[in-house]
């Protein structure tokens, strides 16, 4: 959940809520991308009886932008329907669900899909949350079978999986604590605290994920292998309360209320002041935003939270010099000739987008490194996203200091940047991906993670 | 929405929350109205009318509509009583009236 309740209005809006996108060439289908975008964030497994679901009145999107200006060249676009089958019983359920079409299930929703304003799909159905042994007692094939062909060498999935991102939230928002160094940290006058071990926060949660994979021939241009991608959700202007019907009426337009292209940008990049209307534009419109990147308050904050952990990064901030390090990744994709045999760069436009180089094989899972391409494997973040990249670790030491030397070779990072981590790993997820579409792991049971 | 390849306009676009919060802060006549099914108000049909005569004059600004727009509710949004800004809302359309008139006898069926 690296953008989950990252901007104040939209942490009131849970179904609208983006909370990461994931970007990478299938590793079991190299001629293909899987693109996913979650939504609905922490959700507990154990929260029904109405359990949780897509918005009806919500308009998701999974955009990607092959010419490198930042706006959408073709347009996923997902639209949900929810039909209750027995409105006089207060139950999702009422017998197990052992297939989708099961007369069991009360609360059922269904789903289209258009690319770029033209349907290719309808009448797709989500499978049910995971509720437990007696309602759900084959919930792998049952949701098995709502990844729904749609033709052309596409797939869809729309519905609830296990949280595979990984953050120490309770102690990151805790004035920027960082268990494992926490014994450096400056505690403000109050009791030094001991470095101890990372808490997943987001383990035993659940997400909604919209997932697709599509042909890769399908979204680039000839020539042009690297893809910018994004996601948005999209609300009417008007919603008004009918308290006749006991329900919400729409009205207007949709307009933008969510995005998500890079983790953790919105999140702990952008102002407070700016993240509502950040979250309301397209990645065309980033440049006004710009200096959060290259000017970021977490470089400036991490000398002052550790003091005399980060020096030469103090000396940097202090300098002025824009962090043209950071746009790069972020903003731009990296140009060829900084990282020798790579590049992700899209053009001179400054977006925020997840930027995939389409003609990176995927790396074989006992050789990728969760560091990406920090960590040498170039098939990993900040060349897309995988399931299992640490991008708080990555996001963490490039603010440090660590891809400085990209633009200044004379920079030295300190020695801490480069170990800079809040003590995760993909083991601190219980559960394990998939090895095949839609990849995010089968959800947490309610019965079993009644948290 | 997503932003394509066309030109977007965001300053047509605040959130759907300050929409809300500007119906209830636009001066003294900020509102909204919805009328559902046929059975409009008094004040929203007179505002569809209006909006239509308006466009014709050639003062209206952000016109956008979609062909079931008449089927569904209408909200009409008094942006500024003053100056006679409004919005109306209907099915994934919406049109932007200056009315004075309109905006008016809005705020006298409220009074």
Redesign the interface.
């Known amino acids: 959940m690296s953008s989950h309740r990252e901007a104040p209005?939209i942490s009131k809006d849970p179904v609208a809520d983006s909370t990461d996108v994931y970007a990478f060439v299938s590793p079991d289908k190299p001629n293909t991308v899987t693109l996913i975008a979650n939504y609905i964030p922490l959700q507990s497994p154990a929260g029904g009886p109405n359990f949780y679901e897509f918005g009806d009145d919500v308009?998701y999107?999974i955009?990607i932008d092959n010419?490198g200006?930042?706006?959408?060249?073709i347009?996923y676009?997902f639209r949900f329907r929810t039909t209750v089958r027995d409105p006089d019983t207060f139950l999702y359920n009422v017998g197990p669900i052992e297939s989708l079409s099961s007369p069991n299930w009360n609360r059922v929703q269904t789903y289209s899909v258009s690319v770029?304003g033209r349907s290719v799909g309808s009448g797709l159905t989500c499978p049910p949350c995971n509720i437990g042994p007696l309602s759900t007692p084959d919930y792998g094939s049952l949701a098995a079978a709502a990844v729904h062909n749609l033709g052309g060498g596409i797939s869809v999935f729309a519905g609830q999986r296990a949280e595979a991102f990984y953050v120490d939230l309770g102690a990151i928002f805790d004035l920027g604590d960082l268990r494992p160094f926490e014994d450096l940290h400056a505690t403000f006058g109050l009791p030094k605290l001991p470095k101890a071990a990372g808490v997943n926060a987001t383990n035993h949660v659940n997400v909604h994920a919209i997932a697709i994979q599509v042909p890769i021939s399908a979204v680039t241009r000839s020539g042009h292998p690297t893809i910018g991608i994004w996601t948005?959700a999209?609300?009417?202007?008007?919603?008004?309360w009918?308290a006749d019907r006991g329900e919400n009426?729409n009205?207007?337009?949709?307009?933008?209320?969510s995005r998500l292209g890079n983790p953790l940008i919105n999140e702990v990049v952008i102002a407070m002041g700016d993240k509502?209307r950040w979250n309301?534009?397209?990645?065309?419109?980033d440049k006004q935003f710009a200096h959060y990147v290259t000017q970021p308050g977490l470089a400036a904050l991490l000398p002052v939270l550790y003091p005399g952990v980060f020096p030469n990064l103090d000396a940097l901030v202090k300098s002025g010099k824009p962090r043209a390090d950071l746009e790069a990744i972020l903003m731009t994709g990296i140009p060829a000739g900084l990282i020798k045999g790579f590049t992700n760069f899209t053009g001179s436009v400054i977006a925020d987008m997840l930027r995939l180089n389409t003609s990176i094989a995927p790396t074989a899972p006992g050789k990728q490194s969760i560091f990406g391409l920090l960590g040498g494997d170039p098939a990993g973040f900040p060349n897309g996203r995988r399931i299992a990249d640490d991008v708080v670790a990555i996001e963490l030491r490039a603010i440090a200091g660590v891809t400085y030397p990209l633009i200044d070779p004379k920079f030295k990072p300190d020695a801490a940047a480069g170990l800079l981590t809040d003590g995760l790993t993909p083991a601190s997820v219980s559960a394990s991906p998939l090895g095949q579409f839609p990849y995010l792991g089968v959800p947490y049971s309610g019965y079993n993670e009644p948290s | 929405m997503p932003s394509h390849d066309t030109p977007s306009s965001p300053a047509e676009g605040p959130s759907r929350r300050s929409i809300i919060r500007g119906a209830a802060t636009a001066g003294a006549a900020g509102l909204a109205v919805t009328a559902l099914g046929g059975a409009l108000s008094p004040a929203a049909s007179a505002s569809t009318r209006a909006a239509g005569s308006t466009r014709a004059a050639g003062a209206a600004a952000g016109t956008s509509h979609d062909q079931n727009a008449a089927d569904g509710p209408i909200v009409v949004h008094v942006r500024n009583a003053k100056s006679g800004d409004i919005e109306v809302f209907s099915g994934t359309g919406q049109t932007r009236v200056r009315d004075a008139d309109l905006a008016a006898r809005i705020v006298r069926a409220i009074a």
């Open positions: 209005e308009l999107g955009h010419n200006d930042g706006r959408a060249d347009s676009e770029n948005t999209s609300r009417q202007r008007v919603t008004l009918d009426v009205s207007g337009p949709f307009r933008q209320v509502d309301s534009l397209p990645p065309a419109d």
